[in-house]
């Protein structure tokens, strides 16, 4: 059994900052790629950003120069550093981890965007 836990979200202005992570725990033997994706309400879940095992990371266009995933192999956690918030960030976050070709997610955390 694998679960992945997310931390880190909450209430930021616009131009503010949040990290979030998250940690696998469980039958773990070797994580591949690792991501984060948001779900905005009345939207469908989006890709944020991926990393590989290697360190090989993707971004989507609307966060490329505001956020930065990275990855520690060593602890099974992932993270997400966001900078220059906007209002349209708002959204819940999920965390995934790709495991042995089978996908995992995470329960979701919420980051909002207000002043």
């Known amino acids: 059994q694998v679960q992945l836990v997310e931390s880190g979200g909450g209430l930021v202005q616009p131009g503010g900052s949040l990290?979030?992570?998250c940690a696998a725990s469980g039958s773990i033997f070797s994580i591949s790629g690792m991501g984060w994706y948001r779900q905005?309400?009345?939207k469908q879940r989006e890709l944020v950003a991926t990393?590989?095992?290697g360190a090989n990371t993707?971004?989507?266009d609307s966060v490329k120069?505001?956020?930065t995933?990275?990855?520690d192999n060593a602890k099974n956690m992932v993270y997400l550093q966001m900078n220059s918030l906007k209002p349209e960030?708002?959204?819940v976050y999920y965390c995934r981890a790709t495991i042995q070709v089978r996908d995992y997610w995470g329960q979701g955390t919420q980051v909002t965007v207000s002043s």
Do not use: E, H, K, V
């Open 65 to 67: 120069g505001r956020f």
């Open 58 to 60: 993707n971004y989507a």
């Open 51 to 53: 990393i590989t095992r």
């Open 19 to 21: 990290t979030l992570s």
């Open 69 to 71: 995933i990275s990855r």
């Open 89 to 91: 960030d708002t959204a």
């Open 40 to 42: 905005a309400p009345g």
